[in-house]
């Protein structure tokens, strides 16, 4: 059985990466719009009040969140789940130190 690799990354290198991602795949048509929401939405209790704002920015500005039936859901599920982190202003800190 082949064991699991982890990286470990500095929480602003995560945080950068999921600011790339998501504006990868916004407006996509592709499995990677829910992949993605599903990864951020995952994290989201981890992340700073700054890249919280950033995503919140990226969907509500995005010239197209997807096919109206099928990726737009993903992102604007996404935009509810990241306005909670923010209105209730903290953060988990479970498995990412701030170095």
């Known amino acids: 059985m082949p064991r699991t690799k982890y ?17 990868y795949s916004l407006g996509r048509r592709s499995y990677i ?4 929401s ?3 939405r995952a994290y989201r209790g981890l992340l700073s009040s700054n890249t919280v704002d950033v995503l919140i920015r990226d969907i509500v500005n995005a010239p197209s969140l ?3 039936s099928i990726d737009a859901k993903f992102w ?3 935009k509810n789940k990241l306005e909670e982190v923010r209105r209730e202003g903290h ?6 130190s701030r170095d």
């Not at 990286?7 to 504006?23: G, H, N, T």
Request: hydrophobic fraction near 45%; charged fraction near 30%.
């Open 33 to 36: 719009t829910g992949w993605v």
């Open 66 to 68: 997807g096919d109206e």
């Open 7 to 23: 990286v470990k990354l500095k929480p602003a290198d995560f945080e950068a990466l999921l600011i790339c991602s998501i504006r």
């Open 38 to 40: 599903d990864i951020i």
């Open 91 to 96: 953060q988990k800190r479970v498995g990412i």
């Open 76 to 78: 604007i599920d996404l």
